[in-house]
């Protein structure tokens, strides 16, 4: 008989903190993220719900697993840091900060579309964040390019 994942979540949580400890995360503000992005999605449902939307355990199953995609953003910065012996820290923390405050943004607009019965429109911090982060680090590439190759700089 195949053993059901649920017994093997302290594993799996031991994995994860494992590995947010080996990329020098804050796992508390991993927590937190996780947490927010669980209340996010709860209170979708609800307003879906209120708003008499159309609900599908699809749409929520795809929801769901994109809000936890977003924290391999973190993930990914932390490990280039560890692959460039870079201390990219800073900017790891800032990115979840950014990430918390964006699920508190959209955890705000759920509660007052479920007040008021109507749609609020959304602020979707989310792609600006993922776009400014994708710039950034095209900057640091260009910068290191330059570094290795002065001549990269001028051809440019």
Known sequence: MMPKISEYSNELKLFLYGIFMYLE??????KILFYLMVMDTFLGIIKTIVLNNSFSFK????G???KLAVLLIPTA???MSKGLNYNFKW????VMDLLIVSDGISIISNIIAIK???EVENFDAMTLILKSIRNRLIMLFKRLL???DPKYHMEK
Request: net charge positive; proline share 0%.
């Open 59 to 62: 749409k929520l199953a795809l």
């Open 25 to 30: 995360m804050d796992v508390e503000i991993v």
């Open 91 to 94: 900017f790891v923390t800032i």
């Open 77 to 79: 910065l932390a490990l």
């Open 146 to 148: 330059i570094t290795i």
């Open 116 to 118: 008021t019965k109507k």
């Open 64 to 66: 769901f697993v994109s």
